[in-house]
């Protein structure tokens, strides 16, 4: 079972799995191309791949976008990330997925509206990655100088083989974490889902 595998064989076996999936593999391409400051692929493009070939499925089933995050905070305006979101946009096309571009600088001036929670300003993209609603989503890749591929997993990868969902109860809502949980255990039944903590 590749999440028994110590962490450097897990990380092979992660880079094996995710190129598998040709649209992700070619938004990493494209995403490098753009140069964006600290940026990362990231969410459920990522640990979804993983589920679908661990479970059987064609790599790209049910995923319904690819997230790219960066990191910018020189300029917290809308027009600014809105500049960056256009040239994605040129960037990306004709691509069979829709990839989402955003500046995590910016987030907590939209989030409480959006949530109904306040979000703490992030300090860089993988403060950002940090704070989804499962340990097992904190997961980012991306192409850096000759290919080389960089992952940021601060809660490792047994889980996202495993196929477990584990609450991530410090930056959170509860029912974020429910409401996802559920809606990827109609598609993937084979997943272990945790309980939120008692208590919090």
Known sequence: M???????????????T??????????LDR?????????????GC?????????????????????????????????????????AARAAFSRLPAEVEVRNEARVHLWYE???????????????AIDSFAATTCCLGVRLERGGRWRV?????LSDVFNLVVRPNPVPAPREVYEAKAARWQRHWPELTVLDWPAGR
């Open 31 to 43: 995403a490098a191309s753009l140069d964006l400051p600290g940026w990362y692929l990231t969410a």
């Open 152 to 156: 940021y997993a601060p809660h490792g």
């Open 46 to 86: 990522l640990f979804q791949t993983v589920w679908n070939v661990v479970t059987d499925r064609l790599p790209g089933a049910g995923i319904k976008d690819y997230d790219v995050f960066y990191f910018d905070d020189r300029d917290l305006s809308w027009e600014a990330e809105d500049a960056v979101i256009q």
């Open 113 to 127: 509206q959006k949530f109904g929670v306040p979000c703490t300003p992030h300090t860089s993209t993988e403060a």
């Open 2 to 16: 590749t999440g028994r595998l110590p962490l450097d064989e897990q990380l092979v076996a992660l880079k094996s």
């Open 18 to 27: 995710l190129s598998r999936n040709e649209t992700l593999l070619e938004v």
